[in-house]
T-cell receptor, first 111, second 114 residues
Framework: QQQVKQSPQSLIVQKGGISIINCAYE??????FPWYQQFPGKGPALLIA?????SEKKEGRFTISFNKSAKQFSLHIMDSQPGDSATYFC??????????FGKGTSLLVTP | EAGVTQSPTHLIKTRGQQATLRCSPI?????VYWYQQALGLGLQFLLW???????NRGNFPPRFSGRQFPNYSSELNVNALELEDSALYLC?????????????FGDGTRLSIL
């Protein structure tokens, strides 16, 4: 059973646009929500992460929005660039335990 | 600082054989996690080791096993290989078992079963 649901499966955004990826979870024991970026042939790289005690976290062009009551969180990539083209995974975990991943979003940023 | 290193990069086996995959965590990291990334199935948790002990196990058959050595490196063993075991096997490490420690991944071992 998929514990974290991610959408969309794929996304095409023009350069300079905003990319938005959404995730939802059910397990209220989850208290750590990271996002990973993966390029072909590479392992996932941690992009940004949030804890449930904050509603938003921003690092450069990347922002996580977190809605605890709705059990949803999303990644916003501002001013998307062709170099951002990759697969993005959201994940959730109860502290220190294994990550439960969404199925991934393949992002293509067109020039 | 070196990241998580995995070996070999690629491994080709036939059905019924056994495979051993290796992982060296980031220096100072004591927890090691193994994940399987199969086409169409996403990233699925296999095993978690911390301080030499197995802490948790994902929904995989017992022919998937592993261990963690005193230097915190880890080994994943897959016995009686099946075609559906073909996947990228990823290892991740964290500084210590605890709240909100990020998991850092290696680039994986691509296991192909013929």
């Amino acid at each position: 059973q998929q514990q974290v649901k991610q959408s969309p499966q794929s996304l095409i955004v023009q350069k300079g646009g905003i990319s938005i990826i959404n995730c939802a979870y059910e397990n209220t024991a989850f208290d750590y929500f990271p996002w990973y970026q993966q390029f072909p042939g590479k392992g996932p790289a941690l992009l940004i992460a949030i804890r449930p005690d904050v509603s938003e976290k921003k690092e450069g062009r990347f922002t996580i929005s977190f809605n605890k009551s709705a059990k949803q969180f999303s990644l916003h990539i501002m001013d998307s660039q062709p170099g951002d083209s990759a697969t993005y995974f959201c994940a959730a975990t109860p502290s220190g335990d294994a990550l439960n991943f969404g199925k991934g979003t393949s992002l293509l940023v067109t020039p | 600082e070196a990241g998580v290193t995995q070996s070999p990069t690629h491994l080709i086996k036939t059905r019924g054989q056994q495979a051993t995959l290796r992982c060296s965590p980031i220096s100072g990291h004591t927890s090691v996690y193994w994940y399987q990334q199969a086409l169409g199935l996403g990233l699925q948790f296999l095993l978690w080791y911390d301080e030499g002990e197995e802490r948790n196990r994902g929904n995989f058959p017992p022919r998937f096993s592993g261990r963690q050595f005193p230097n915190y490196s880890s080994e994943l063993n897959v016995n009686a290989l099946e075609l559906e075991d073909s996947a990228l096997y990823l290892c991740a490490s964290t500084l210590e078992q605890g709240a909100w420690e990020p998991q850092h991944f290696g680039d994986g071992t691509r296991l192909s079963i013929l």
